[in-house]
């Protein structure tokens, strides 16, 4: 069973910059394929970024593209989310979520329901 752990949230500024990290324990890493999602107060849950499980290919949301990177490094087993320029419609507490099939596929997967398994989530707080 895949336990997912995410940190590096906080309160920033307007403009700033925070990197998240997701670790994962319970599956082999590189046989994950990865995401983030965020949900604001009030509003439902939405897709930020995804990364395959070799790390080759990535998708963003068009509201974050440009200045959120996914990367992950399957060595440590954990995925990242380096965003900045971060603006107060970035405020959300971030979740990271996973995906595990048998097959191998090198794709990305932008649907909440495409994903096993849930964190906790970080808040992320920008003040303007």
């Known amino acids: 069973q895949v336990q997912l752990d995410e940190s590096g949230g906080g309160l920033v500024q307007t403009g700033g910059s925070l990197r998240l990290s997701c670790a994962a324990s319970?599956?082999?890493?590189?046989?994950?394929?990865m995401g983030w999602f965020r949900q604001a107060q009030g509003k439902e849950r939405e897709f930020v970024a995804a990364i395959s499980r070799g790390g080759s290919s990535t998708y963003y949301a068009d509201s974050v593209k440009g200045r959120f990177t996914i990367s992950r490094d399957n060595a440590r087993n954990t995925m990242y989310l380096q965003m900045n320029s971060l603006e107060p419609e970035d405020t959300a507490v971030y979740l990271c979520?996973?995906?595990?099939?048998?097959?191998?596929?090198?794709?990305?997967?932008?649907?909440?329901?495409?994903?096993?398994?849930w964190g906790q989530g970080t808040q992320v707080t920008v003040s303007s």
């Open positions: 319970g599956r082999t890493f590189s046989s994950l394929t």
């Open positions: 979520a996973s995906r595990w099939r048998p097959a191998y596929t090198d794709t990305t997967y932008t649907s909440r329901a495409q994903y096993d398994t």
